[in-house]
Nanobody, 124 residues
Framework: QVTLVESGGGLVQAGGSLRLSCAAS????????MGWFRQAPGKGREFVAA????????YYADSVKGRFTISRVLAKNMVYLQMNSLKPEDTAVYYC?????????????????WGQGTQVTVSS
């Protein structure tokens, strides 16, 4: 079992920045990829970004490319999402996810473990 805990959410003005953190604990040795998803009010959960533990690949949704950066520190079992140039449409609950066997990082159903989420609110 793997436990994921997100932190770093909050309220920020449009154009501002936030950094989300995700701490993984438990049986983390089998994880090969970690990602971030988000869910805005009244909408389904959508892919934001993902990174392979090998460091060989990162993936981004078109809506965040050039503004968000995903990174990880394997030794600490941490994954980060640096969010710059935030827009009101980025307002959502952001979830950290981890998978042990993923072929399509953008697919929500490929992930095995999920955090509880952290709220990000961007004011205009």
């Amino acid at each position: 079992q793997v436990t994921l805990v997100e932190s770093g959410g909050g309220l920020v003005q449009a154009g501002g920045s936030l950094r989300l953190s995700c701490a993984a604990s438990g049986r983390t040795f089998g994880i090969i990829l970690m990602g971030w998803f988000r869910q805005a009010p009244g909408k389904g959960r959508e892919f934001v970004a993902a990174i392979r533990h090998s460091g060989a690949g990162t993936y981004y949704a078109d809506s965040v490319k050039g503004r968000f950066t995903i990174s990880r520190v394997l030794a600490k079992n941490m994954v980060y999402l640096q969010m710059n140039s935030l827009k009101p449409e980025d307002t959502a609950v952001y979830y950290c996810a981890a998978g042990q066997s993923i072929s399509v990082p953008l697919r929500e159903d490929e992930y095995d473990y999920w955090g509880q989420g952290t709220q990000v609110t961007v004011s205009s």
